[in-house]
């Protein structure tokens, strides 16, 4: 639409941009589009519900990038040739991989700029990886079921998916935009009605209260971004503030940055839940659970005191497709830093080429391994972990460990956030690289700490891992298993 049209005023309105208001839009349109088939078409024949959802995706695709729709098209075409030449074989896979990686890569360097735009390319990454998903899937499938894992028995195929199925698994209404991933075993059980019982009580209330907490978040980081925008890092004021200060208002810069993915996940997330897609089965009492399309879990994200606890209660729905795509599928290395390694540049090279990217990721490998390094050093002190849990230097603790958690977040933020290595290498000098320093120096200065620690608090003792943890102890174990899935912010 041209500049000066009824959406660009409403957007300067609201102080965004056009793009950003039609994402927006996309988002919020799934409500009434799967409303309807919830109410008409749910328990019709799979082929009308197909060319519903096909119909609805290519709308919004349409609305959002015109022309470039066909670029959606081609490669759904694509994979759907390949499985139907060369299907459920390791060749399918590497070819799968291969095209569909290549060809969102060969986008981004042909429409890239200086700065992060919203393009036909950001959906196309989120079809990258469904796509991508559905080639191993089908080459699971042709496994034996003792040979899968858990997840991959949860999602592996059987039977080959027709054109018509890749096309409505893609071009899902919900989740066509932003995501979330969804295999295509859970698609094809909720289109042929098998997913959840049939009287299993409604979830659109669940799903529009979901989608009230996204608008909310929404509204905070709007009023928020008006007045720490993404430019102020870079700004005289900015920089001629004191630098503890400067340190702080880059944790709320980030916290409030990290709202805009939130919003954007929780709307796509309640019109999944609404649809029914989100079904995953039933609490102890008996209630139905709506968790299978979340990509945050608000209370751990809220309250997270690590950033291993940040990891997972954001983007979960991503962390979770890179464990068992990547992660887990280089376990032939035999080396888990290896595999972490290898699936932080994989997530990198899927934002693009920008600079920012590898530099935040390679921030979060190095604060991980040392969270994780750290933990293993206070689990043989369990007299020191019993002071960290005993009030009133739990709460104390907790009141740090936030302010840790926050302004470091921001700090990581910085480079993803600028992109260019010019902006970002000047963002991290006005920190003076606090950050690069402090957890870079974790190698070097852990036999110190230990021997510190061996001091004060006695021998060093082999303790079960299920012992707590600094910051919130509670969580040691989950931090254990859930430092292996890495983030994609």
Known sequence: MAEGGWLYGLATLIGASEPALKLLISLLVGYPLLYI??????????????????????????????????????????????????????????????????????????TGT????????????????????????????????????????????????????????????ASFMVGPQFSMKRYLSFVHGTLYPVNTPSPVFAGLKRGFYGVLYLLIYQIGIS???DSFLLSEPYMTMPFWKRFIMVGIWGKITLYKYVSCWLITEGACILSGLAYSGKDQDGNPLWKGCANVKL????????????????????????AQYIYKRLKF??????????ALLFLALWHGFHSGYYACFFMEFIIMFMEKRLAMVL???????????SPPLSYILFVVMKFYTITFMGYCLGSFVLLKSSKWLEFYSSLYYIGHIFFGCWIVIEPLVKLILSVLFGKQQDSPKSQNSVGNPSQSRKLDSGNENKKAV
């Open 37 to 110: 088939h919830r109410k008409f078409l749910h328990d019709k024949s799979p082929i009308l519900q197909h060319f519903y959802f096909i119909l609805g995706g290519v709308g919004i695709a349409i609305f959002n990038n015109g022309i470039n729709v066909l670029h959606s098209m081609f490669c759904i075409f694509f994979a759907w040739l390949v499985l139907f030449l060369i299907g459920g074989t390791l060749l399918s896979v590497l070819v799968s991989f291969t095209f569909q990686m290549g060809y969102l890569l060969i986008a981004y360097y042909i």
């Open 114 to 173: 200086d700065t992060y735009d919203i393009k036909w390319t950001m959906p196309h990454c989120v079809l990258t990886l469904r796509l991508i998903a559905l080639a191993f899937d089908l080459y699971d499938g042709s496994s034996k079921t003792e040979d899968l894992s858990k997840d991959q028995q949860a999602t592996a195929l059987k039977i080959r998916p027709s054109l018509l199925e890749i096309a409505g698994h893609t071009y899902f209404p």
């Open 227 to 229: 007045i720490i925008p």
């Open 299 to 322: 209370f751990l994200f809220e309250l997270s005191t690590q950033f291993g606890m940040l990891i997972q209660g954001f983007n979960t729905n991503t962390n979770a497709w890179v």
């Open 333 to 342: 290395l035999n080396n888990r830093y290896l595999s972490q390694i290898g």
């Open 379 to 389: 689990r043989k002190f369990p007299k020191l972990v019993s002071a960290l849990e």
